[in-house]
Every structure is written in C-alpha cells, then in structure tokens.
C-alpha cells in the first residue's frame, strides 16, 4: 500500500459481542396477587404467575465494516450488521385450568441483519469555496425464526394475529394483515371494502365489495419495513459567509402503508 498514494485511508472493522436484555416489568419471576371485593366480600387472587427461571434476552451480533477515503476527495463508510436475539422473552399461553391466560417466558429466536452506506465526494475544495455532496441509504431486514407454537391458529398455517400484523416462522415481525379498501360507493358515499367469495369447501373462488367492515377480509400486505432509505445532502460555502447548507431530502422506498 506504500505505493497506492491515491489511498488516504483504508480502514476494515470487525466487530462481535452478546448483550442481555432485561425485561422492564417489575417481578416477572414471582407469583403476583391483588386485594379485591366480590359481593362485600374481601379476597385475593392471582393476577400473574411467576417464572423463576425466566432469563434475559441474549442478542449475538456481527458488525463488518470500511471506511475509505481517495484521492482525497472521494470518501465513504459500508457497515453491514447481522442481529440473532434468542430466548424473547414472551407472552406462553397457559392451560385455562390457571385461571390464567399467560406467563412469561424464553421462547422466542428474532434475527435483523442490514447494511448502511454512506459516500461522498468533495466537488470543490478551495480556502474560499468549498462544494460537497453526500448520500447515505440504508436497508434492513427481520425474521421471526421461533416462537410460542401455542400462539400458531391452523387455519393460518401456524402463523397467528398480533393487532394489524400477521407473524409466522421466516415472516417479518412487522407483516402487515390489512383490510383493502374498495374505494366509495357512488350512490351511499360510504366506504366499501374486499371481502373473499368462498364456495362450500372453503375455496376462495372471487372477492366482492361489502359496507360491513366486520365482514371484510384481511389480507397478508407485506413488510411495513421500507426496502431502503436513501437520504442525500449538498453542502456549499463560499467566502467568510455562514454555510448554505441544503436541507437533507430523504425517502422511503419499498415499504407498504
């Protein structure tokens, strides 16, 4: 390299660590009890059930990155990161003879990897006038790899509802399940949605327009995760003046709303 003088700095990162998450609610590994009254009668009763070998969550992460500058003008940073949490710490659903609904405990694998790329270039380098411009774009992706097989509804093939998501093993966490909007009626005004037309063995056979949104169907969407987020910037200063710096503009791309 002692010959390559258009190189003014090569530099390779290598990062690997495990770090813990701790749940923020308070007592998860004990049993919980409240003071109620029942017909003018004082009692308690179970309000959560403990879990004494509930343990933090254990993120194992990469990190690979360069940083570069060339010909003294051309100037840039890649990282790259691959995320794996194991032992999410979940919601299990619990036989109904508790009397309770769930308990706290490891059982979920969650992975995240994505890049980050930042480039530059100085356009004009002088004492008195100075010209740059840079963009900076970053893409992300999460797979839920495990979790409660409890949670799993057949009719989904094991994947299970959580608000307007739709989560399953490989799925993102953040799958949309969404009802489509069919546009407004011309004659009511009112909003009309999709719903599946299905024949007597279940077989969706076509989709017709209803006003009862309770009767809509949802539909799997997509990532609510953008593709990637490109964001540029142009720097300018000339004379002794402030910087007139242009405001960064940014985007989303890829992600359904």
């Known amino acids: 390299m002692d010959n390559a003088t258009w190189v003014d700095e090569l530099k390779l990162r290598v990062n690997y660590g495990v770090a813990g998450n701790q749940l923020s609610a308070s007592y998860p590994y004990t049993n919980l009890w409240t003071i109620g009254e029942t017909n003018g009668q004082i009692g308690i009763t179970q309000a959560s059930t403990g879990n004494r070998n509930l343990s933090w969550e254990r993120n194992y992460q990469i990190d690979l990155g360069i940083d570069f500058r060339l010909w003294n003008r051309f100037y840039g940073t890649v990282d790259y990161y691959n995320r794996r949490t194991h032992d999410l710490i979940w919601n299990r659903p619990t036989p109904s003879s508790t009397g309770l609904a769930s308990r706290l405990e490891n059982v979920g694998i969650l992975a995240n990897r994505g890049f980050e790329i930042d480039l530059g270039v100085d356009i004009l380098k002088h004492k008195d006038l100075y010209w740059n411009f840079a963009v900076n774009a970053s893409f992300a992706r999460n797979r839920l790899i495990d979790y409660p097989s409890e949670l799993g509804n057949p009719a989904l093939?094991?994947?299970?509802?959580?608000?307007?998501?739709?989560?399953?093993?490989?799925?993102?966490?953040?799958?949309?399940?969404l009802f489509k909007f069919a546009g407004v009626d011309p004659e009511t005004g009112q909003e009309t949605f999709w719903k599946d037309v299905v024949d007597g063995e279940g077989k969706v056979t076509g989709r017709e327009k209803t006003f009862n949104i309770n009767e809509a169907t949802q539909y799997e969407i997509g990532d609510a995760l953008p593709d990637l987020v490109p964001l540029e910037e142009l720097r300018f200063h000339a004379g002794c003046g402030l910087p007139d710096r242009r405001p960064p503009v940014g985007r989303q791309l890829g992600q359904r709303i």
């Not at 093939?157 to 399940?177: A, E, H, T």
């Open 157 to 177: 093939g094991g994947d299970y509802i959580s608000g307007n998501f739709l989560r399953g093993k490989g799925k993102s966490y953040y799958n949309l399940y």
